[in-house]
């Protein structure tokens, strides 16, 4: 059986002193750093810059650890067959530059200053490798206008701050003066400050007066009207030719401005059917509505966007789930949220339940028979409704809410003992009883879900490829395009058709595994394979390990049995492992985590007499809470123990295929390797095994919707054995709340006895590998996950100068070739087979075959960029890849990048199967959501914008000063917890 992933939370590294900055402030300038020899010679005629100069004399001469990277390399890559070395100049490295928007652009490190003179990689040609097949994508022709597009600007008086009161502003304004005064023209609007037109107004400016009807007033009796004045101006017209110049490939650069139109205009009829949600519209009669739990069901709808593409302009369908507030009566809701009958007083921890979940939340009052007012809840009262009293005129005559409402509306309070709903805000605050509420339709659910209702979400949004491929084109036939008004108006014509893709499948790589096992290497089949037969490559050694179980339905028999099955799979996998525990299997309370750990720990360490503890197994309950982090969080900062959390369900099912994945995770947490790839080995890697080449895998993760303080947690992961590639060592850092670029890439900080000292994550790792490997890398390959389009820029300048700093600081003119490539999976590009029925085409699951790789016709028209799929399909729709590449000095082809990056994702430590994002990236993630764990008692407590500081420096200074950093890892857990 193949060894499928676990759903474990893994982990993260050595915490860096944080050094923030505002860098949309003062743009980081590329390029400032020693220039390398192709431009010393140039360098020469001018007087050396003040910061090149500075930079030069605090290139890490001060610390030992430069010195020791300098020292000369001592493990050169033998194999006959290696690939020949880039050209050199004098044994150091020369950076090419790429061509700007007028001829190449370059400064003295060799490469952009600003995004003005940068331009991302062009495509070197579409690959050729693998074996060639037909794939359908979800996207759909869409026909270029050759009609002019306009812009205007809109102003509206009184301001409104709500988009939807706007949007209805301006429907009334259409409706009334499209014939007079638009000349019939029909525009599109943003809902903010833009109106687009096909074709250009009677006029340059006019102002109008717009009547609005209060929509939440009664029914069928009189409504309020609110008078508004619109001003439209004329502002631009956009470029229709640069946009086809730019889709057929003959320019760099697309014109943002006419693309956001032509996708606005396509949204316009949506916005008004169905309900917006980012870029996707929701609504309960797509497909009926499945309840999640706790008051909330999930809605069906579907993703849209507009994008360019090398077979034009490309309208990407996707389906799309997301959770809503079910439009129950409050009353209701609140049961259902608590789970028991409402007939009693709410408890203090009910209560601010309550209140948590329906702060924000819009409800419209029912006891007022067809006057519908609708109101945002503020929060609810302390008090129950019983004792309510409240001002009613300015002599503070007081009067009791149960009274008032049965005076004023005939309506008797029946629910007194609950609290009421408060609305407005807290200087005049509205009391509403929860009875006379309902929720209204129509509200997204942001918070955070529970483990159950995401369970249940994933149900409704896990489809098999050909369901989801009906359900797609079913979106767009409704949808009907072609008898669109804003479509007809603007010229735009979409096909019904999914755009017909060719595709090829690269090969699997062959594996290599320990030569006294049966079988010495291994070809996957379909994206999977096992390890019967094989024995680790590097099978680690455990001669002290114990087992604390926090699970009461394990009995210590079971749990004996359970350890003893998992020692022999270890050692059958070709690892050495003492079957005996250091001290008997620990039974212990979940509440009592870390007196637990702490007592086995002093235990053993006892009994071994100083020696430290390699292992600890962990049974944990199913479902443990909190129990898991709090044990990461301890074992890792507090005690640096390395450890393995079990679930019950799985002590009880003693499954080989479990013991053997657990077994390979094992392996790698001990510094061991389970394979590596034959080509590495034989050194037959195109630019990575002819000279010492190191891989980054980069990632930041985002606190949760709601959480307005938390940190985001950077990380970083290299790797450390080349040539072979395959184990990796991670750092990681707490930063600015939703700061997307890696501040501590490269940082410096003034010490005392040293002066300017160099640090950060890129050149800590750069001197990680020097130590493991002998070797200076030569060439770096930067995998950075988690980066939307719109960031492409700011993250390349920011990071990429990063890079070059930190090199340079360890040595006078080093500078390694980079390639940086970002990694999407939050994109809406799904394949599917040309044919569902041909099952030489497909996986198990139905989907395509794991290898397909996608660079032509719904790729960019003129970028470096490719949809890879790299793993077998479980359940659902596969989800390719995207990989950008944004800069590249490596010069690598379209299949070297292809078959390096599909290969790698055969070298996934902990599962026998090639995984979905290439592995430095996925451990990345890894990295940084365990960071997590050790930051979440604190953020619980206190509220407050950091993470616990244990241990580290707090970076000072600037707006990101505010952010204590991660605590400290024990030294034995730095290198390995992300595999954990």
Same mark, same amino acid.
């Given at each position: 059986?193949?060894?499928?992933?676990?759903?474990?939370?893994?982990?993260?590294?050595?915490?860096?002193?944080?050094?923030?900055?505002?860098?949309?402030?003062?743009?980081?300038?590329?390029?400032?750093?020693?220039?390398?020899?192709?431009?010393?010679?140039?360098?020469?005629?001018?007087?050396?810059?003040?910061?090149?100069?500075?930079?030069?004399?605090?290139?890490?001469?001060?610390?030992?650890?430069?010195?020791?990277?300098?020292?000369?390399?001592?493990?050169?890559?033998?194999?006959?067959?290696?690939?020949?070395?880039?050209?050199?100049?004098?044994?150091?490295?020369?950076?090419?530059?790429?061509?700007?928007?007028?001829?190449?652009?370059?400064?003295?490190?060799?490469?952009?200053?600003?995004?003005?003179?940068?331009?991302?990689?062009?495509?070197?040609?579409?690959?050729?490798?693998?074996?060639?097949?037909?794939?359908?994508?979800?996207?759909?022709?869409?026909?270029?206008?050759?009609?002019?597009?306009?812009?205007?600007?809109?102003?509206?008086?009184?301001?409104?701050?709500?988009?939807?009161?706007?949007?209805?502003?301006?429907?009334?304004?259409?409706?009334?003066?499209?014939?007079?005064?638009?000349?019939?023209?029909?525009?599109?609007?943003?809902?903010?400050?833009?109106?687009?037109?096909?074709?250009?107004?009677?006029?340059?400016? %006019?102002?109008?007066?717009?009547?609005?009807?209060?929509?939440?007033?009664?029914?069928?009796?009189?409504?309020?009207?609110?008078?508004?004045?619109?001003?439209?101006?004329?502002?631009?017209? =956009?470029?229709?030719?640069?946009?086809?110049?730019?889709?057929?490939?003959?320019?760099?650069?697309?014109?943002?401005?006419?693309?956001?139109?032509?996708?606005?205009?396509?949204?316009?009829?949506?916005? %008004?059917?169905?309900?917006?949600?980012?870029?996707?519209?929701?609504?309960?009669?797509?497909?009926?509505?499945?309840?999640?739990?706790?008051?909330?069901?999930?809605?069906?709808?579907?993703?849209?966007?507009?994008?360019?593409?090398?077979?034009?302009?490309?309208?990407?369908?996707?389906?799309?789930?997301?959770?809503?507030?079910?439009?129950?009566?409050?009353?209701?809701?609140?049961?259902?949220?608590?789970?028991?009958?409402?007939?009693?007083?709410?408890?203090?921890?009910?209560?601010?339940?309550?209140? %948590?979940?329906?702060?924000?939340?819009?409800?419209?009052?029912?006891?007022?028979?067809?006057?519908?007012?609708?109101?945002?809840?503020?929060?609810?009262?302390?008090?129950?409704?019983?004792?309510?009293?409240?001002?009613?005129?300015?002599?503070?005559?007081?009067?009791?809410?149960?009274?008032?409402?049965?005076?004023?509306?005939?309506?008797?309070?029946?629910?007194?003992?609950?609290?009421?709903?408060?609305?407005?805000?807290?200087?005049?605050?509205?009391?509403?009883?929860?009875?006379?509420?309902?929720?209204?339709?129509?509200?997204?659910?942001?918070?955070?879900?529970?483990?159950?209702?995401?369970?249940?979400?994933?149900?409704?949004?896990?489809?098999?490829?050909?369901?989801?491929?009906?359900?797609?084109?079913?979106?767009?036939?409704?949808?009907?395009?072609?008898?669109?008004?804003?479509?007809?108006?603007?010229?735009?014509?979409?096909?019904?058709?999914?755009?017909?893709?060719?595709?090829?499948?690269?090969?699997?790589?062959?594996?290599?595994?320990?030569?006294?096992?049966?079988?010495?290497?291994?070809?996957?089949?379909?994206?999977?394979?096992?390890?019967?037969?094989?024995?680790?490559?590097?099978?680690?050694?455990?001669?002290?390990?114990?087992?604390?179980?926090?699970?009461?339905?394990?009995?210590?028999?079971?749990?004996?049995?359970?350890?003893?099955?998992? =020692?022999?799979?270890?050692?059958?996998?070709?690892?050495?492992?003492?079957?005996?525990?250091?001290?008997?299997?620990?039974?212990?309370?979940?509440?009592?985590?870390?007196?637990?750990?702490?007592?086995?720990?002093?235990?053993?360490?006892?009994?071994?007499?100083?020696?430290?503890?390699?292992?600890?197994?962990?049974?944990?309950?199913?479902?443990?809470?909190?129990?898991?982090?709090?044990?990461?969080?301890?074992?890792?900062?507090?005690?640096?123990?390395?450890?393995?959390?079990?679930?019950?369900?799985?002590?009880?099912?003693?499954?080989?295929?479990?013991?053997?994945?657990?077994?390979?995770?094992?392996?790698?947490?001990?510094?061991?390797?389970?394979?590596?790839?034959?080509?590495?080995?034989?050194?037959?890697?195109?630019?990575?095994?002819?000279?010492?080449?190191?891989?980054?895998?980069?990632?930041?993760?985002?606190?949760?919707?709601?959480?307005?303080?938390?940190?985001?947690?950077?990380?970083?992961?290299?790797?450390?054995?080349?040539?072979?590639?395959?184990?990796?060592?991670?750092?990681?850092?707490?930063?600015?709340?939703?700061?997307?670029?890696?501040?501590?890439?490269?940082?410096?900080?003034?010490?005392?006895?040293?002066?300017?000292?160099?640090?950060?994550?890129?050149?800590?790792?750069?001197?990680?590998?020097?130590?493991?490997?002998?070797?200076?890398?030569?060439?770096?390959?930067?995998?950075?996950?988690?980066?939307?389009?719109?960031?492409?820029?700011?993250?390349?300048?920011?990071?990429?100068?990063?890079?070059?700093?930190?090199?340079?600081?360890?040595?006078?003119?080093?500078?390694?070739?980079?390639?940086?490539?970002?990694?999407?999976?939050?994109?809406?590009?799904?394949?599917?087979?040309?044919?569902?029925?041909?099952?030489?085409?497909?996986?198990?699951?139905?989907?395509?075959?794991?290898?397909?790789?996608?660079?032509?016709?719904?790729?960019?028209?003129?970028?470096?960029?490719?949809?890879?799929?790299?793993?077998?399909?479980?359940?659902?729709?596969?989800?390719?890849?995207?990989?950008?590449?944004?800069?590249?000095?490596?010069?690598?082809?379209?299949?070297?990048?292809?078959?390096?990056?599909?290969?790698?994702?055969?070298?996934? =430590?902990?599962?026998?199967?090639?995984?979905?994002?290439?592995?430095?990236?996925?451990?990345?993630?890894?990295?940084?959501?365990?960071?997590?764990?050790?930051?979440?008692?604190?953020?619980?407590?206190?509220?407050?914008?950091?993470?616990?500081?244990?241990?580290?420096?707090?970076?000072?200074?600037?707006?990101?000063?505010?952010?204590?950093?991660?605590?400290?890892?024990?030294?034995?857990?730095?290198?390995?917890?992300?595999?954990?």
């Amino acid at each position: 059986m193949p060894i499928r992933p676990m759903k474990e939370n893994s982990e993260h590294h050595l915490p860096i002193k944080p050094q923030f900055q505002n860098p949309t402030k003062n743009p980081p300038k590329i390029g400032k750093v020693p220039p390398p020899p192709a431009a010393a010679a140039a360098a020469q005629d001018s007087p050396p810059s003040r910061n090149r100069g500075r930079r030069r004399r605090r290139g890490g001469r001060k610390s030992d650890q430069s010195d020791s990277f300098m020292r000369p390399s001592s493990r050169p890559c033998t194999a006959a067959d290696k690939p020949p070395v880039l050209a050199r100049e004098t044994g150091q490295t020369v950076v090419p530059a790429l061509p700007g928007p007028t001829g190449p652009v370059r400064n003295d490190g060799g490469y952009p200053s600003s995004s003005k003179s940068l331009t991302f990689p062009a495509r070197p040609g579409f690959g050729q490798l693998g074996s060639k097949c037909i794939v359908k994508a979800n996207h759909f022709f869409a026909e270029l206008p050759d009609k002019d597009l306009i812009q205007y600007d809109v102003s509206i008086s009184p301001e409104v701050a709500s988009r939807a009161v706007n949007r209805a502003i301006m429907a009334e304004l259409v409706k009334l003066y499209k014939e007079s005064h638009l000349g019939t023209r029909l525009p599109a609007y943003d809902g903010r400050k833009s109106l687009y037109t096909a074709g250009e107004l009677p006029f340059a400016w %006019k102002e109008f007066t717009v009547k609005l009807v209060d929509e939440d007033d009664a029914i069928n009796g009189p409504k309020r009207e609110r008078e508004y004045k619109v001003a439209i101006k004329f502002v631009a017209r =956009a470029n229709l030719y640069h946009l086809g110049q730019f889709l057929a490939g003959k320019r760099a650069d697309g014109p943002k401005e006419a693309l956001q139109i032509l996708d606005i205009v396509l949204r316009e009829l949506s916005m %008004k059917r169905f309900c917006p949600v980012g870029r996707s519209f929701f609504s309960p009669e797509i497909r009926k509505p499945q309840r999640l739990g706790d008051g909330l069901e999930a809605w069906c709808g579907f993703y849209q966007s507009l994008r360019p593409t090398q077979m034009g302009l490309s309208l990407n369908i996707d389906m799309a789930s997301a959770a809503f507030i079910e439009a129950l009566p409050v009353i209701e809701f609140v049961a259902q949220l608590l789970g028991k009958d409402v007939s009693r007083p709410l408890s203090d921890s009910d209560r601010i339940k309550v209140k %948590k979940a329906l702060r924000g939340v819009k409800v419209e009052v029912t006891h007022r028979g067809e006057v519908r007012r609708k109101y945002r809840v503020s929060g609810i009262t302390t008090q129950p409704t019983r004792e309510l009293v409240f001002p009613v005129d300015d002599n503070s005559t007081m009067k009791s809410v149960v009274e008032y409402f049965q005076e004023m509306y005939d309506f008797t309070i029946q629910y007194t003992h609950l609290p009421c709903l408060q609305v407005g805000n807290q200087k005049k605050a509205n009391y509403l009883p929860m009875e006379a509420c309902k929720i209204v339709e129509g509200q997204r659910y942001t918070k955070r879900l529970s483990e159950k209702q995401i369970t249940a979400l994933l149900k409704v949004t896990c489809q098999r490829p050909r369901d989801r491929e009906k359900d797609i084109v079913q979106a767009v036939e409704n949808n009907d395009y072609e008898h669109d008004d804003y479509a007809k108006e603007f010229g735009i014509r979409i096909s019904e058709k999914l755009a017909s893709v060719e595709a090829r499948v690269l090969p699997a790589p062959w594996l290599k595994y320990h030569e006294t096992g049966k079988e010495k290497d291994c070809l996957p089949q379909v994206g999977q394979w096992n390890m019967m037969n094989k024995k680790m490559i590097n099978g680690m050694t455990v001669s002290r390990w114990a087992c604390i179980n926090f699970s009461r339905n394990v009995q210590d028999g079971v749990a004996r049995g359970f350890c003893n099955e998992l =020692a022999q799979m270890c050692q059958v996998s070709g690892m050495e492992f003492n079957p005996d525990p250091v001290i008997p299997i620990y039974t212990s309370r979940p509440d009592q985590v870390e007196k637990s750990l702490k007592h086995v720990y002093h235990a053993c360490m006892n009994k071994l007499k100083g020696k430290e503890l390699e292992l600890l197994l962990a049974i944990l309950p199913d479902n443990n809470g909190s129990l898991y982090g709090d044990l990461k969080r301890i074992c890792e900062t507090d005690l640096g123990l390395i450890s393995q959390c079990c679930l019950t369900k799985h002590v009880f099912k003693i499954n080989k295929q479990y013991l053997a994945n657990v077994s390979l995770k094992i392996n790698v947490k001990m510094g061991g390797r389970n394979t590596v790839l034959l080509d590495a080995i034989s050194c037959r890697i195109p630019l990575v095994s002819d000279i010492p080449t190191i891989i980054f895998g980069a990632d930041v993760t985002h606190p949760e919707n709601g959480e307005d303080t938390s940190p985001s947690i950077a990380a970083v992961v290299a790797s450390q054995d080349w040539p072979e590639v395959t184990k990796y060592a991670g750092l990681v850092c707490a930063q600015a709340h939703r700061q997307e670029l890696i501040q501590d890439l490269y940082k410096t900080w003034h010490d005392p006895a040293r002066g300017t000292v160099s640090g950060g994550m890129i050149r800590d790792l750069l001197i990680s590998f020097r130590k493991a490997t002998g070797q200076k890398p030569q060439r770096i390959i930067f995998y950075r996950d988690g980066v939307s389009e719109g960031q492409f820029y700011q993250v390349l300048l920011f990071e990429l100068d990063a890079i070059r700093k930190a090199c340079a600081s360890l040595e006078p003119n080093y500078q390694p070739l980079v390639t940086f490539i970002v990694v999407q999976k939050r994109h809406h590009t799904r394949l599917f087979a040309n044919n569902h029925r041909d099952r030489s085409s497909t996986d198990k699951s139905g989907n395509i075959l794991p290898g397909t790789v996608v660079d032509s016709k719904i790729c960019h028209p003129t970028e470096f960029d490719f949809y890879l799929c790299s793993h077998a399909g479980i359940q659902g729709t596969s989800r390719p890849a995207h990989y950008h590449v944004l800069w590249d000095e490596n010069n690598f082809t379209a299949d070297g990048i292809q078959s390096l990056t599909n290969n790698l994702c055969y070298t996934y =430590a902990r599962c026998t199967r090639s995984v979905s994002v290439v592995p430095p990236a996925y451990y990345a993630h890894l990295a940084a959501f365990r960071a997590r764990f050790y930051m979440e008692p604190e953020v619980q407590e206190g509220g407050g914008n950091g993470c616990s500081g244990k241990a580290g420096r707090v970076g000072g200074g600037g707006e990101f000063g505010g952010v204590r950093p991660l605590p400290a890892l024990k030294e034995n857990v730095k290198r390995v917890m992300f595999y954990c």
